[in-house]
């Protein structure tokens, strides 16, 4: 199950933040979103698409 909890830190340009919201609210999408988006793909894209069984059983392991 995936859980929202964990909270990410950037610092980058303000033109580009500015840039990012402007284009994801074209997409009707908050920058979070399309940054979750962006995170599952790039997981994927290395762990291949079983990637949440993997994750997510690592995480049900280390709750024991």
Same mark, same amino acid.
């Given at each position: 199950?995936?859980?929202?909890?964990?909270?990410?830190?950037?610092?980058?340009?303000?033109?580009?933040?500015?840039?990012?919201?402007?284009?994801?609210?074209? @997409?009707?999408? &908050?920058? +979070? =979103? /399309?940054?979750?988006?962006?995170?599952?793909?790039?997981?994927?894209?290395?762990?291949?698409?079983?990637?949440?069984?993997?994750?997510? @059983?690592?995480? &049900?392991? +280390? =709750? /024991?």
């Amino acid at each position: 199950m995936e859980k929202r909890t964990a909270r990410i830190t950037v610092l980058v340009d303000p033109k580009k933040k500015s840039a990012f919201e402007k284009l994801c609210g074209e @997409e009707d999408v &908050t920058p +979070s =979103q /399309k940054i979750r988006q962006l995170m599952r793909e790039f997981i994927e894209s290395r762990l291949g698409n079983d990637w949440r069984e993997q994750v997510f @059983e690592q995480e &049900t392991f +280390s =709750q /024991k």
